[in-house]
């Protein structure tokens, strides 16, 4: 019997799990849950990105999730002295490094495997 697993229930428990962690560690005043989320919420859209490539459909949306998450981190620890304003361009090299890399995996995929990606 091969069963599906369901990314989505998945990801939304570890996201769950991961609340509770910290609000936890906040009541027992080992870390203050505010900093936490005021500097790792970026993490957020990681997490929500990562079960999505599990599925062909939604595999570019899961790496651009991911990919703007990572982005809004290192600006969140001032990366190489990383801010908005500095940084934004990276944007821009991805997102055009993403149409190129999907361009060439649409032209490497065989017609029907375009065809059910399309549905």
Same mark, same amino acid.
């Given at each position: 019997?091969?069963?599906?697993?369901?990314?989505?229930? $998945?990801?939304? /428990?570890?996201? @769950? *799990? %991961? !609340? #509770?962690?910290?609000?936890?560690?906040?009541?027992?005043?080992? +870390?203050?849950?505010?900093?936490?989320?005021?500097?790792?919420?970026?993490?957020?859209?990681?997490?929500?990105?990562?079960?999505?490539?599990?599925?062909?459909?939604? $595999?570019?949306? /899961?790496?651009? @999730? *991911? %990919? !703007? #998450?990572?982005?809004?981190?290192?600006?969140?620890?001032?990366? +190489?002295?990383?801010?908005?304003?500095?940084?934004?361009?990276?944007?821009?090299?991805?997102?055009?490094?993403?149409?190129?890399?999907?361009?060439?995996?649409?032209?490497?995929?065989?017609?029907?495997?375009?065809?059910?990606?399309?549905?």
């Amino acid at each position: 019997m091969n069963r599906k697993i369901d990314t989505g229930a $998945l990801g939304a /428990g570890f996201v @769950l *799990i %991961t !609340i #509770g962690i910290l609000m936890l560690v906040d009541r027992y005043s080992i +870390l203050e849950f505010g900093d936490l989320v005021r500097r790792f919420w970026p993490l957020v859209l990681i997490v929500f990105g990562v079960p999505k490539l599990f599925r062909r459909a939604t $595999l570019w949306n /899961g790496l651009w @999730l *991911i %990919t !703007i #998450g990572t982005w809004l981190q290192l600006i969140q620890f001032r990366f +190489l002295g990383m801010t908005y304003g500095n940084s934004w361009p990276l944007l821009l090299i991805a997102l055009g490094g993403g149409m190129i890399v999907r361009v060439m995996v649409d032209v490497a995929l065989p017609e029907e495997e375009r065809h059910e990606q399309q549905h």
